[in-house]
C-alpha cells in the first residue's frame, strides 16, 4: 500500500513540500533539523488509536476535525473527542494558541504541556502531571501532579495519588477553558469536542 505525505498531518505536511517540493533544487529552502524536531513533537500530540482491531497501523495523526478516519484503514472512528488547544501568555492578557492535544483514553499530559517553557526533547520530565479519562459518559481530566490547577469557574483542582477522587477531575465539555497552571509560564487550555 502507498501512503501520501498527508497521513502526517497538517504540522508535517507544509515541511514535506518544503523539503521535497520547493527544496528539491533550491536547500536554502529546506526545512532545518530543529524544525523538524519541534513539528514531530507537535504532531506526536495528534496521534489517535484506531477504533479497528485489526488496523495494521494501530494509531494514525487526526487531520481532519470534520471527519474523524484513520488514514491507514479508512476506519470512521466512533464517539467524541476531546481536543484541548493550548494557550500561552505571551503579552499580559494576550493568549497565542501554540499548540492541539486530540484526547484519548488514558492519554497522558506532561509538564512540556502545562508550561510553555518546558520542551518536550529527550532530556525533558516525564513525569505524567494529569490524564485523560471516558468515564460514565463523561471526558474527565484527572489532576496528578500538577499545584494550581483552576477548573472553568475559577476553583483549584488538587492534585489526587489516588486516581478518580473526586473533586481531583475537569470535566472536558465543548467550549469550557481553564488554567492548567497558575505559576509563569502556565498555560490555558480551551476544550473543543469534535466527532459528535
Ligand atoms: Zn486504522
Given at each position: 500500500m502507498q501512503i501520501p505525505y498527508s497521513v502526517f498531518g497538517p504540522i508535517l505536511r507544509t515541511l514535506f513540500e518544503r523539503a521535497f517540493i520547493k527544496g528539491l533544487h533550491s536547500p536554502n529552502e529546506r526545512p532545518a533539523a530543529i524544525e523538524w524536531e519541534k513539528r514531530l513533537l507537535k504532531t506526536w500530540d495528534l496521534l489517535l488509536p484506531c477504533q479497528n482491531p485489526n488496523c495494521p497501523s494501530h494509531w494514525f495523526i487526526l487531520h481532519d476535525h470534520a471527519n474523524v478516519q484513520c488514514s491507514f484503514c479508512g476506519t470512521k472512528q466512533k464517539g467524541t473527542i476531546p481536543i484541548l488547544r493550548l494557550r500561552s501568555e505571551r503579552r499580559p492578557g494576550q493568549w497565542t494558541l501554540d499548540g492541539e492535544l486530540a484526547v484519548y483514553n488514558d492519554l497522558y499530559l506532561f509538564k512540556w504541556h502545562a508550561f510553555d517553557?518546558?520542551?518536550?526533547?529527550?532530556?525533558?520530565?516525564?513525569?505524567?502531571q494529569a490524564y485523560c479519562v471516558f468515564y460514565q459518559g463523561k471526558w474527565l481530566l484527572i489532576n496528578q501532579n500538577i499545584t494550581s490547577l483552576t477548573s472553568p469557574n475559577g476553583n483549584p483542582v488538587a492534585p489526587s495519588p489516588q486516581p478518580g477522587q473526586p473533586g481531583s477531575a475537569i470535566e472536558l465539555k465543548d467550549g469550557v477553558q481553564f488554567r492548567l497552571s497558575q505559576e509563569p509560564h502556565g498555560r490555558m487550555v480551551e476544550v473543543q469536542i469534535i466527532n459528535r
Open positions: 517553557n518546558v520542551f518536550s526533547g529527550e532530556e525533558a520530565d516525564k513525569t505524567p
